[in-house]
C-alpha cells in the first residue's frame, strides 16, 4: 500500500518523467506555439490582414516539429543536445509571437500602418519574395567586395605600420586622423570620386573594414613579445620569415577583433550606402518599403538583414576556431 502511495507521489512522476527522457521545455514551448496557431485562427483580425491562415499553419507546424522531438530529442545526438541547449529561446520565441500577435492584429494596440503583425511579414515573403531575393543577392554581392577588399588592404596596412617603423612614422597619424571619422561622412565626397554608386558603396564597405582591422592588426604585431624574435633570430630565421610566422600568426587573435568589428560597422555602412543611390539591395528595399507605407515589408527585410549579419559572424567564428586551434587551453574561450 505505501508502495503504491509512493510510486504515484510527484517526486516518483518527475523521476519517471526524467527516466522516460521527455523534453520539458519543448513540450512548454510546443504548447506556446500552438497557442499562437490557435490565436491566430480563431481570433478575429480588427483588420484585414493577408496570408493570416498561412501564419497559423507555418505556426502549427513549428509547435507538431517541437512536440515530435519531446520524447525523442534525448536520442539525437549532437543536434539534439543543440535544441535542448535553445529550448528556452523557442519557448521565448512562442511567447513574443503571441504577444505581437495580439497588440498587433487581435486588439489593435499597436496600430496600422506603423506595426505590422506577423502575418504581415509572411505576406511580405510571399507576394514579394522576386524583389527580396535580388534585393538580398545584390547586397551580398557588394558586401563580400567591400568586406574582403577592406579586411585584406586593412590586414597589409596594420602588419606594415606594427612592422616597420618607417611606416609607421608616416601612416600612423593619417589612420588617426581618418579613423575616428565615420565612413558615412565621407558620403559627399565618395559618390563624386566614383563613377557608379556601386564602385561608391564598395569603397565605403572597405573603409569600414579596414580601419578596425587595420588599428587592431597593428596593435597585434606591436605586442608580440621581442623574445620571439630573439629566438627566431638566433636560429638564423629572416625577416620575411618573423613577419610571416612570427608576427602575424601571433597578431591573429587581435585581428580576428578587428573582423569582428568590421563586420559590424560595414554592414551598418552598406545599408545607408544603398539608400543614398543604388538601384537594388536592402537598404534600397527599406527605402522604398518606407516611402510607400508597406511597413511588413520594411520588417521583413530587417528580418533578412539580421539573419545574414548573424550568420556571417557566425561564419567567422568559425573561421577563428579553425586558425586559432592552438590556443585552446592557452587562453580562456
Not at 495580439?102 to 507576394?127: C, N, S
Not at 568586406?147 to 589612420?175: D, E, H, K, R
Request: hydrophobic share 55%; proline share 6%; charged share 10%.
Amino acid at each position: 500500500m505505501s508502495q503504491a502511495v509512493h510510486s504515484g507521489s510527484p517526486v516518483a512522476a518527475s523521476s519517471a518523467w526524467r527516466r522516460v527522457g521527455l523534453w520539458k521545455t519543448g513540450l512548454a514551448a510546443a504548447i506556446g506555439w500552438g497557442l499562437v496557431a490557435g490565436a491566430t485562427e480563431a481570433w478575429p483580425d480588427v483588420a484585414d490582414w493577408d496570408n493570416t491562415d498561412t501564419w497559423a499553419w507555418i505556426a502549427a507546424g513549428v509547435a507538431l516539429l517541437l512536440l515530435a522531438l519531446v520524447p525523442t530529442v534525448d536520442r539525437l545526438g549532437k543536434p539534439g543536445r543543440a535544441l535542448q541547449a535553445a529550448g528556452p529561446w523557442f519557448l521565448a520565441l512562442g511567447i513574443f509571437f503571441i504577444v505581437w500577435e495580439l497588440v498587433t492584429a487581435k486588439l489593435g494596440w499597436l496600430p496600422r500602418p506603423f506595426f505590422a503583425p506577423p502575418q504581415g511579414l509572411v505576406d511580405a515573403y510571399v507576394q514579394d519574395w522576386p524583389r527580396l531575393l535580388v534585393c538580398t543577392e545584390f547586397s551580398l554581392r557588394l558586401f563580400a567586395y567591400g568586406f574582403t577588399i577592406g579586411a585584406a588592404a586593412g590586414f597589409v596596412l596594420g602588419v606594415c605600420l606594427g612592422w616597420s617603423p618607417g611606416f609607421n612614422y608616416w601612416g600612423q597619424p593619417v589612420l588617426k586622423l581618418i579613423g575616428p571619422v565615420p565612413a558615412t561622412a565621407w558620403l559627399p565626397i565618395i559618390f563624386f570620386v566614383f563613377p557608379t554608386t556601386f564602385g561608391a558603396s564598395i569603397f565605403l564597405v572597405a573603409l569600414a573594414t579596414g580601419i578596425p582591422v587595420a588599428i587592431l592588426t597593428w596593435s597585434g604585431v606591436k605586442s608580440v613579445s621581442t623574445a620571439y624574435y630573439d629566438v627566431a633570430r638566433t636560429l638564423g630565421a629572416s625577416s620575411r620569415f618573423l613577419v610571416l610566422k612570427v608576427a602575424i600568426p601571433a597578431a591573429l587573435p587581435h585581428v580576428f577583433v578587428g573582423l569582428f568589428m568590421g563586420l559590424y560597422a560595414s554592414f551598418a555602412v552598406l545599408v545607408v550606402a544603398e539608400m543614398m543611390g543604388a538601384k537594388a539591395g536592402l537598404g534600397w528595399y527599406l527605402q522604398w518599403a518606407t516611402g510607400y507605407s508597406a511597413y511588413g515589408n520594411m520588417y521583413a527585410a530587417l528580418v533578412i538583414m539580421a539573419l545574414i549579419c548573424s550568420g556571417l559572424v557566425k561564419l567567422l567564428f568559425l573561421l577563428r576556431d579553425r586558425l586559432l586551434s592552438w590556443q585552446k587551453g592557452l587562453v580562456a574561450w
